[in-house]
């Protein structure tokens, strides 16, 4: 079988790895460089973890997520991930830890609340101001983002069944047929064709504008003194939600950065125009900031990052078959790229075994135990 993906962040670049794996051809056609830095996929790190709000679903795919990355580090033969831990912290009114918590019982899996005494003694580092319940889960962790989708990349380069477009823009797709058309007017064919475009996937399917939205977001990447970095370096990731205001934090595991984020949606912007941000835009975050980590005031700013997500009105992945040889794939809503080496594995076996695809659908969304029939 040969399939074409158009897209090469990490859900096109591990559809291809999948796909490879079991002995099939892949072209895969990237609009910009591979790895490309305006991809979602390209920052320093994102974050896995069990806790998921009620979405049960998710929160039962990352023991799969987690086998899927340590097949994919067996290939690389480098693991690109660092253990933290996860705190979920809420107030105002808000309760998503403890949500995440009665979610994650159901399943197994031991989450417990820490009294705000000990989280203190536990986590000095943190301030906590406007923190009523915390809990904590030994499992989750930093996976660095770039890292992978480079080692990805240039592991795939080196297949002889994978022919790699980087530069090269698709101008059609036509998923009945199985072909493309690139913006020079090259045209290509395959069995099968996986639109894995990101933020720019309603370029070529213009229906899709209504459901996968594109989504500006800033993060800020902090300087902080050297005694502040040791402790953080030993720290856990962090899942705040404060009501109006939420926020992830992530720690400066193995030399990469201190990085703190938003959870909220901007529901806004065009991935092609310019990314400059400024502490503007995120003056909300720095205030809680200030509020949720001791020795805030003597910590400078490195740099604000923009990336784009796209994002489903649910939150759920959309990965779903289109016509008679076309996927779409847009695991995304700013929680997708932990479950990109599964996502990628299972669409590919789908691809190629003719597994119910309206199965996979669900599964994808976080609605089905398992991606078979």
């Known amino acids: 079988?040969?399939?074409?993906?158009?897209?090469?962040?990490?859900?096109?670049?591990?559809?291809?790895?999948?796909?490879?794996?079991?002995?099939?051809?892949v072209e895969l056609f990237e609009q910009g460089p591979l790895p490309n830095p305006l991809a979602s996929s390209m920052d320093e790190h994102r974050l896995i973890r069990h806790p998921y709000g009620d979405h049960v679903g998710y929160a039962r795919l990352i023991d799969d997520a987690f086998t899927a990355w340590d097949l994919l580090w067996g290939d690389l033969g480098q693991r690109f991930y660092a253990a933290t831990g996860t705190l979920a912290l809420t107030g105002n009114g808000a309760d998503w830890a403890e949500r995440s918590a009665t979610a994650l019982a159901t399943i197994g899996k031991s989450m417990i609340e820490l009294p705000l005494a000990d989280l203190r003694l536990r986590f000095p580092q943190i301030e906590a101001k406007g923190v009523e319940r915390a809990f904590w889960i030994d499992s989750g962790g930093v996976l660095f983002a770039q890292d992978i989708v480079t080692a990805l990349a240039e592991y795939l380069a080196r297949q002889p069944r994978i022919r790699l477009h980087p530069?090269?823009?698709?101008?059609?797709?036509?998923?009945?047929?199985?072909?493309?058309?690139?913006?020079?007017?090259?045209s290509h064919a395959a069995d099968i064709v996986v639109v894995a475009a990101g933020a720019w996937v309603d370029r070529l399917l213009p229906d899709l504008g209504r459901r996968l939205i594109p989504s500006r977001q800033v993060v800020i990447y902090f300087d902080l003194p050297e005694q502040d970095r040791a402790a953080w370096a030993k720290g856990p990731m962090i899942i705040e939600k404060t009501g109006d205001v939420g926020l992830y934090l992530v720690p400066p595991m193995e030399g990469r950065g201190f990085k703190v984020g938003d959870h909220e949606f901007s529901r806004s912007g065009d991935p092609t125009a310019e990314r400059t941000a400024t502490e503007d835009d995120i003056r909300p975050l720095l205030q809680r900031c200030r509020?949720?980590?001791?020795?805030?005031?003597?910590?400078?700013t490195d740099r604000l990052k923009v990336c784009f997500y796209?994002?489903?009105?649910?939150?759920?992945?959309?990965?779903?078959?289109?016509?008679?040889?076309?996927?779409?794939?847009?695991?995304?809503?700013?929680?997708?790229?932990?479950?990109?080496?599964?996502?990628?594995?299972?669409?590919?076996r789908t691809i190629a075994s003719g597994r119910d695809a309206a199965t996979h659908a669900r599964w994808a969304a976080g609605l089905e135990a398992t991606a078979a029939t």
């Open 291 to 300: 509020s949720l980590l001791r020795g805030f005031d003597r910590w400078r």
């Open 1 to 25: 079988m040969k399939a074409i993906i158009v897209g090469g962040g990490i859900m096109g670049l591990s559809t291809a790895w999948g796909l490879a794996r079991d002995g099939h051809e």
């Open 310 to 348: 796209t994002v489903t009105e649910d939150e759920r992945f959309l990965v779903e078959k289109r016509a008679a040889r076309g996927w779409v794939m847009s695991p995304c809503s700013g929680h997708g790229f932990k479950f990109g080496a599964l996502m990628g594995l299972e669409l590919a």
């Open 167 to 186: 530069h090269t823009t698709v101008r059609s797709v036509d998923l009945e047929q199985g072909r493309i058309v690139t913006e020079a007017g090259t």
